[in-house]
């Protein structure tokens, strides 16, 4: 057969150009997960101190984000932000932006739940040997709160990368974006190319995600293991 | 006279609306013993929280060494440099090893030297006869060698004053003479100043210089530790020390 479809894959730069799109949508993701991770440990920090009005900001910061779907936050920072306050950037650089934000929100809360959960006594006793809030945090409540945060934070990085398929929709030359010109492209010589590039898609997405889902299962089970053992 | 460590004035303590400790007042000289008794739920803890700064307390004043406290938490933290306290629940780092338990103290609050620091948590570990356990996690010790560490890690700031509260009250029966014996060293040997919550009437009469009873927040009395056990002075105490059956 002249055509099985699996052969568009070959087709000239077509691999080499999905592959490009792979390293886009991984730089994207990674980009956003270290730099919403770092603001989201400052931020859930932050969400376990008494004041009140700075709680409460934060709060709406993480519900903003949570509740608003991210296709919307997507254009609303990709259509409305740009013309209303002149704020212009590159598409691949405003979705890093969306992401680290949406990032930021919800490690916030990953990094509270984790740091209330550390018992009321760690922190007394941490105070009675004369350690300031600084050194509390730095020393006792954030090292505890560490391992139960991690397979939260992996589920979501797992999260992120799948949604980074939205990409295409502000038009970021993401691994979703190339595959469908390569679709579009070779239609004609390739009827059932759809099926190969979706496929090999798929297995990128897979590759990443399931090692990363894996890793969060097996460290979750090793910290039960360590609390009930 | 000896000097005295501790004084309290008209303290009283409230949690929102509910009054906790009335009219508290209470003083300390240096080197003596005070055992506070009282039946649960008497404010024992509360009080001796409110020592070290961890209750907020809304009347009346603490003069510690002298000094009147402005409970700020800035100079509670200073202070609870002074005044050491160990809990019921020991409370170890479970993220830190044993000797790092106890030199986080010393090493970053007080900035000691740091090799000087670990030789001397090493001594202070050897005397509870803990040496060989410096490098483990606390998970793997039982709940009398976690106490005895939480105790080190309280004497490794060098306090003048110390606070127990019902230290052995979660141990094991057979793990408790251990750490008794360890704090009536620390009152004969060291001639340590310190409070003692306790439910362990012997190891009252034994070390206690003079008896604080407590009951629904108030300061029944305050009587020379023999006396007490032999003759308080309220019948409230009598009928206290009759229900403990010792």
Known sequence: MAHSGISVLLEGTNFTRLLGGLWVTVKIAAIALIVGIVLGIILGVLRTFKNRPLRLILRLYLEFFRIVPTVVLLFLFYYILPRQMNFNLPADQLATLVFALWVAAEMSDIVRGALISVPKHQRESGMAIGLNRYQLYRYVLIPQAISLEIPATINLATRVIKTTSLLMLISVMDVINIGQQIIEANNHSHPTGVFWVYGLIFLFYFLIDYPLSWWAKRLEKKRLERANG | ?246
């Open chain 2, 1 to 246: 006279m000896a000097d005295k460590v501790l004084e309290v004035e008209h303290l009283e303590k409230y949690y929102q609306k509910k009054h906790v400790l009335f009219d508290i007042n209470l003083s300390i000289q240096q080197g003596e013993v005070v055992t506070l008794l009282g039946p649960s739920g008497s404010g024992k803890s509360t009080l001796i929280r409110c020592l070290n700064g961890l209750e907020e307390y809304q009347k009346g004043t603490i003069i510690f060494e002298g000094k009147k406290i402005v409970p700020t938490e800035k100079n509670w933290q200073q202070i609870r440099q002074k005044i050491g306290m160990v809990f019921q629940s020991y409370d170890l780092f479970p993220n830190l090893t044993v000797i790092d338990n106890i030199l986080l103290g010393p090493i970053k609050v007080q900035k000691q030297d740091k090799s000087a620091a670990r030789v001397e948590a090493k001594k202070l570990l050897k005397s509870v006869d803990l040496e060989d356990y410096a490098d483990v996690y606390p998970r793997e010790l039982s709940g009398g060698q976690k106490q005895r560490v939480a105790i080190v890690r309280a004497l490794a700031l060098h306090p003048d004053f110390m606070l127990f509260d019902e230290v052995t009250a979660s141990l094991d029966p057979e793990m408790v003479r251990g750490i008794l014996n360890i704090i009536k060293g620390l009152a004969n040997m060291d001639n340590m100043t310190m409070i003692v919550v306790t439910h362990e009437m012997n190891f009252a009469q034994e070390i206690a210089d003079r008896v604080v009873f407590l009951e629904n927040g108030h300061i029944l009395e305050q009587t020379p530790a023999k006396q007490f056990f032999s003759k308080p002075k309220t019948d409230r105490a009598q009928a206290f020390l009759d229900s403990m059956d010792f």
